[in-house]
Protein backbone atom coordinates (compact mmCIF):
# COMPACT_ATOMS: atom_id res chain seq x y z
CA UNK A 1 0.00 0.00 0.00
CA UNK A 2 2.68 2.53 0.64
CA UNK A 3 4.60 1.80 -2.51
CA UNK A 4 1.20 2.27 -4.40
CA UNK A 5 0.56 5.69 -2.77
CA UNK A 6 4.56 6.65 -3.62
CA UNK A 7 3.72 5.73 -6.99
CA UNK A 8 0.79 7.82 -6.72
CA UNK A 9 2.46 10.90 -5.38
CA UNK A 10 5.66 10.47 -8.47
CA UNK A 11 2.94 10.50 -10.99
CA UNK A 12 1.30 13.82 -9.76
CA UNK A 13 4.65 15.35 -9.20
CA UNK A 14 5.76 14.87 -12.70
CA UNK A 15 2.41 15.49 -14.19
CA UNK A 16 2.74 18.79 -12.79
CA UNK A 17 6.04 19.48 -13.24
CA UNK A 18 4.94 18.51 -17.49
CA UNK A 19 2.27 20.64 -16.98
CA UNK A 20 4.40 23.58 -15.94
CA UNK A 21 7.02 22.99 -18.75
CA UNK A 22 4.60 23.14 -21.20
CA UNK A 23 2.96 26.43 -20.09
CA UNK A 24 5.81 27.98 -19.65
CA UNK A 25 7.14 26.48 -23.43
CA UNK A 26 3.20 28.17 -24.37
CA UNK A 27 3.85 31.58 -22.50
CA UNK A 28 7.39 32.23 -24.09
CA UNK A 29 6.58 31.20 -27.53
CA UNK A 30 3.59 33.43 -27.30
CA UNK A 31 5.56 36.82 -25.55
CA UNK A 32 8.24 35.70 -28.82
CA UNK A 33 5.30 35.60 -31.53
CA UNK A 34 3.70 39.39 -30.02
CA UNK A 35 7.63 41.03 -29.97
CA UNK A 36 8.24 39.29 -33.15
CA UNK A 37 4.35 41.19 -34.41
CA UNK A 38 5.46 44.41 -33.00
CA UNK A 39 9.08 44.62 -34.76
CA UNK A 40 8.53 43.19 -37.65
CA UNK A 41 6.46 46.44 -39.47
CA UNK A 42 8.99 48.75 -37.62
CA UNK A 43 11.53 50.54 -39.43
CA UNK A 44 13.15 53.54 -37.34
CA UNK A 45 15.60 52.30 -34.57
CA UNK A 46 14.35 54.15 -31.95
CA UNK A 47 10.63 53.05 -31.88
CA UNK A 48 12.15 49.33 -32.64
CA UNK A 49 13.92 49.97 -29.10
CA UNK A 50 11.21 51.75 -27.38
CA UNK A 51 8.65 49.04 -28.95
CA UNK A 52 11.22 46.49 -27.41
CA UNK A 53 11.48 48.01 -23.89
CA UNK A 54 7.15 48.21 -24.00
CA UNK A 55 6.52 44.43 -24.72
CA UNK A 56 9.26 42.71 -22.20
CA UNK A 57 8.46 45.48 -19.27
CA UNK A 58 4.41 44.73 -19.44
CA UNK A 59 5.22 40.82 -20.12
CA UNK A 60 7.99 40.86 -16.68
CA UNK A 61 5.95 43.67 -14.93
CA UNK A 62 9.01 45.50 -13.99
CA UNK A 63 9.43 48.97 -12.88
CA UNK A 64 11.77 50.20 -16.08
CA UNK A 65 13.54 49.22 -18.91
CA UNK A 66 16.36 50.49 -20.87
CA UNK A 67 18.48 49.77 -23.98
CA UNK A 68 21.69 51.57 -23.93
CA UNK A 69 24.30 51.73 -26.78
CA UNK A 70 28.13 51.66 -25.68
CA UNK A 71 30.10 54.09 -27.20
CA UNK A 72 33.97 55.22 -26.29
CA UNK A 73 35.10 51.77 -26.26
CA UNK A 74 33.05 50.92 -23.51
CA UNK A 75 33.90 54.09 -20.89
CA UNK A 76 30.27 55.37 -21.51
CA UNK A 77 26.36 54.12 -22.93
CA UNK A 78 23.94 56.47 -24.46
CA UNK A 79 20.57 55.75 -23.47
CA UNK A 80 17.52 57.85 -25.49
CA UNK A 81 14.37 56.22 -23.82
CA UNK A 82 13.15 54.25 -21.37
CA UNK A 83 9.97 51.67 -20.07
CA UNK A 84 8.74 53.00 -16.88
CA UNK A 85 5.83 52.63 -15.26
CA UNK A 86 3.69 55.30 -14.17
CA UNK A 87 5.45 57.34 -10.87
CA UNK A 88 9.01 55.83 -12.05
CA UNK A 89 11.68 58.41 -13.23
CA UNK A 90 13.33 57.77 -16.69
CA UNK A 91 17.26 57.58 -16.92
CA UNK A 92 18.38 58.96 -20.15
CA UNK A 93 21.57 60.36 -21.78
CA UNK A 94 25.53 60.15 -22.21
CA UNK A 95 26.43 57.98 -18.99
CA UNK A 96 29.78 56.99 -17.49
CA UNK A 97 30.25 53.72 -16.14
CA UNK A 98 32.96 54.40 -14.20
CA UNK A 99 31.21 53.85 -10.85
CA UNK A 100 30.15 50.15 -12.30
CA UNK A 101 33.83 49.02 -12.63
CA UNK A 102 32.78 45.77 -11.17
CA UNK A 103 29.73 44.86 -13.01
CA UNK A 104 31.40 45.76 -16.56
CA UNK A 105 33.78 43.82 -15.65
CA UNK A 106 31.28 41.11 -15.88
CA UNK A 107 29.51 42.61 -18.77
CA UNK A 108 32.53 43.76 -21.09
CA UNK A 109 32.99 39.86 -22.28
CA UNK A 110 29.09 38.87 -22.51
CA UNK A 111 27.83 37.59 -19.10
CA UNK A 112 24.35 38.64 -18.02
CA UNK A 113 24.10 40.42 -14.96
CA UNK A 114 21.31 39.47 -12.25
CA UNK A 115 21.27 40.87 -9.29
CA UNK A 116 18.29 40.02 -6.50
CA UNK A 117 18.68 42.32 -4.02
CA UNK A 118 21.25 45.32 -4.67
CA UNK A 119 21.37 46.08 -0.92
CA UNK A 120 22.96 42.76 0.05
CA UNK A 121 24.51 41.98 -3.40
CA UNK A 122 28.34 40.94 -3.21
CA UNK A 123 28.47 41.17 -6.82
CA UNK A 124 28.22 45.17 -6.48
CA UNK A 125 30.94 47.55 -5.09
CA UNK A 126 29.89 50.62 -2.80
CA UNK A 127 29.98 53.20 -5.57
CA UNK A 128 27.48 50.69 -7.57
CA UNK A 129 25.40 50.29 -4.40
CA UNK A 130 24.84 53.71 -3.85
CA UNK A 131 23.93 54.30 -8.18
CA UNK A 132 21.67 51.90 -7.75
CA UNK A 133 19.89 53.27 -4.50
CA UNK A 134 19.98 56.83 -5.83
CA UNK A 135 18.10 55.41 -8.98
CA UNK A 136 15.61 53.17 -7.10
CA UNK A 137 16.98 49.71 -8.03
CA UNK A 138 17.33 47.09 -6.06
CA UNK A 139 16.92 44.12 -8.48
CA UNK A 140 17.35 44.01 -11.99
CA UNK A 141 18.86 41.83 -15.01
CA UNK A 142 21.15 43.40 -17.78
CA UNK A 143 22.29 41.62 -20.58
CA UNK A 144 25.22 42.46 -22.57
CA UNK A 145 25.24 42.09 -26.74
CA UNK A 146 28.75 40.98 -28.06
CA UNK A 147 28.97 41.51 -31.60
CA UNK A 148 32.20 40.50 -33.66
CA UNK A 149 34.20 40.22 -30.18
CA UNK A 150 32.59 43.95 -29.48
CA UNK A 151 30.64 44.99 -26.40
CA UNK A 152 28.12 47.36 -28.16
CA UNK A 153 25.03 47.26 -25.63
CA UNK A 154 22.71 46.15 -23.57
CA UNK A 155 19.26 45.52 -22.57
CA UNK A 156 18.37 46.10 -18.48
CA UNK A 157 15.22 45.60 -16.78
CA UNK A 158 14.79 47.58 -13.45
CA UNK A 159 12.75 46.29 -10.39
CA UNK A 160 12.38 48.40 -7.17
CA UNK A 161 11.79 45.68 -4.97
CA UNK A 162 13.74 42.28 -4.31
CA UNK A 163 13.04 39.72 -6.96
CA UNK A 164 14.19 36.51 -7.38
CA UNK A 165 14.31 36.28 -11.16
CA UNK A 166 13.66 32.88 -12.99
CA UNK A 167 16.02 31.35 -15.62
CA UNK A 168 12.39 31.85 -17.88
CA UNK A 169 13.06 35.82 -17.10
CA UNK A 170 16.08 36.08 -17.40
CA UNK A 171 16.19 33.77 -20.98
CA UNK A 172 13.06 36.57 -21.91
CA UNK A 173 15.37 39.08 -21.72
CA UNK A 174 18.19 37.72 -23.36
CA UNK A 175 16.09 37.10 -26.42
CA UNK A 176 14.64 40.18 -26.35
CA UNK A 177 18.08 41.65 -26.43
CA UNK A 178 19.25 39.76 -29.29
CA UNK A 179 15.63 40.11 -31.29
CA UNK A 180 16.02 43.90 -30.67
CA UNK A 181 19.62 44.21 -31.67
CA UNK A 182 18.67 42.37 -35.02
CA UNK A 183 15.92 44.31 -35.82
CA UNK A 184 17.64 47.86 -35.28
CA UNK A 185 20.66 46.49 -36.97
CA UNK A 186 17.94 45.77 -40.23
CA UNK A 187 16.34 48.87 -39.87
CA UNK A 188 20.15 50.69 -40.18
CA UNK A 189 21.10 48.86 -42.80
CA UNK A 190 17.93 49.38 -44.54
CA UNK A 191 18.02 52.89 -44.43
CA UNK A 192 21.75 52.76 -45.28
CA UNK A 193 20.54 51.65 -48.52
CA UNK A 194 18.04 53.82 -49.34
CA UNK A 195 20.26 56.85 -48.43
CA UNK A 196 22.89 55.40 -51.24
CA UNK A 197 20.18 54.73 -53.88
CA UNK A 198 18.73 58.59 -53.19
CA UNK A 199 22.77 59.56 -53.18
CA UNK A 200 23.27 57.90 -56.65
CA UNK A 201 19.72 58.36 -58.01
CA UNK A 202 20.75 62.22 -57.83
CA UNK A 203 24.12 61.86 -59.24
CA UNK A 204 22.84 60.18 -62.46
CA UNK A 205 20.39 62.56 -62.46
CA UNK A 206 23.31 65.75 -62.47
CA UNK A 207 25.25 63.80 -65.02
CA UNK A 208 21.72 63.32 -67.48
CA UNK A 209 21.31 66.83 -67.04
CA UNK A 210 25.17 67.96 -67.76
CA UNK A 211 25.13 65.46 -70.79
CA UNK A 212 22.12 66.92 -72.38
CA UNK A 213 22.76 70.42 -71.69
CA UNK A 214 26.26 69.47 -73.73
CA UNK A 215 24.40 67.89 -76.31
CA UNK A 216 22.33 70.45 -77.20
CA UNK A 217 24.94 73.10 -76.90
CA UNK A 218 27.23 71.66 -79.23
CA UNK A 219 25.21 69.69 -81.60
CA UNK A 220 28.76 67.64 -82.84
CA UNK A 221 27.30 65.69 -85.95
CA UNK A 222 29.92 63.27 -85.80
CA UNK A 223 29.10 61.69 -82.71
CA UNK A 224 25.44 62.02 -82.56
CA UNK A 225 24.72 58.96 -84.06
CA UNK A 226 27.63 56.80 -81.76
CA UNK A 227 25.77 58.43 -78.78
CA UNK A 228 22.59 57.69 -79.91
CA UNK A 229 23.20 54.12 -80.23
CA UNK A 230 24.82 53.95 -76.83
CA UNK A 231 22.17 55.82 -75.26
CA UNK A 232 19.47 54.53 -76.78
CA UNK A 233 17.46 57.85 -77.45
CA UNK A 234 17.20 59.51 -80.65
CA UNK A 235 18.07 62.78 -82.39
CA UNK A 236 14.45 64.14 -82.91
CA UNK A 237 13.48 63.57 -79.41
CA UNK A 238 16.50 65.54 -78.17
CA UNK A 239 16.37 68.65 -79.98
Not at 75 to 87: A, C, K, L, Q
Not at 111 to 134: G, I
Request: charged share 20%; net charge neutral.
Amino acid sequence: MFMVRADATQVHTARKMAEAIVRENAERQGFLLKLNDVLHPLGDPLAIQAAAMRVVGEHLQVARVFYSEVIADGEEVIVTDNYVRPGVAKITGRLPVRDYSKLVAKLRPGQTLVVTDARTSLALAEPAQAAYKALGIVANITVPLIKDGRWVANLGVHQQTARQWSPEEIALVVETAERTWAAVARARAEEQVRTAYTHLTNVFARITDCFFALYNHFRVPDVIPQAEAYFCFSKAAMI
